[in-house]
């Protein structure tokens, strides 16, 4: 069932001025209030939505990882993929494309390394929609969880870096980074004879 307009124009509200306090004064040092404040949102209204700030957080975090997947166009589990070189390349130039586009969210959710426990379990559903995307290839080598597990945490590092050093190359670029350094070697260990 989808949620009702109001509900959902409140919990954006909020998630954004949550992420503008954040970056200002850092995620540890801001109240529900001042977020209500900064959001123009009752206080009692804030907790008809979230219990606290994590709550908020996580619900931040998970609509972003939602919103990659959804403009990632990652195949269905039962499709087979002899090379899957070039569909990590189009994933990697999307991904990019999208950090580069809400930059000031990605910045907040990758950078501050006390947020951890908000990245722990997209990175686990990340890890999960790999797997199963991988889970089509032969695995010789290493299992599709080993390494969806590498592509995964490797690509949150590539993008922590990317961010950390001000964009130095274009989205297209890291997309095909993305696919020559961590992609194309997890692929072909897997593969190989």
Request: aromatic share 8%.
């Amino acid at each position: 069932m989808r949620q009702d307009r109001r509900i959902r124009r409140t919990q954006k509200l909020l998630g954004e001025a949550l992420i503008s306090l954040a970056l200002e004064k850092g995620y540890k040092n801001i109240t529900i209030q001042e977020v209500t404040e900064r959001a123009d949102i009752g206080y009692r209204t804030y907790f008809r939505h979230y219990a606290g700030l994590d709550e908020l957080l996580i619900d931040v975090a998970q609509s972003r990882s939602d919103e990659i997947y959804e403009i990632l166009n990652i195949p269905p589990a039962n499709m087979t993929l002899d090379d899957p070189i070039p569909l990590f390349r189009e994933i990697g130039k999307t991904l990019f494309q999208h950090i580069e586009d809400n930059g000031t969210n990605f910045r907040f959710l990758l950078l501050d390394n006390s947020l951890r426990f908000v990245l722990e379990p997209v990175m686990k559903k990340s890890c999960t929609k790999i797997e199963t995307l991988l889970d089509t290839l032969p695995q010789k080598n290493i299992s599709a969880a080993m390494a969806a597990n590498h592509i995964v945490a490797s690509a949150f590092s590539l993008m922590r870096w990317w961010l950390l050093n001000d964009m130095p190359h274009s989205s297209d670029r890291m997309g095909e980074i993305f696919t020559d350094l961590i992609v194309k070697p997890t692929w072909l260990v897997m593969t190989e004879e």
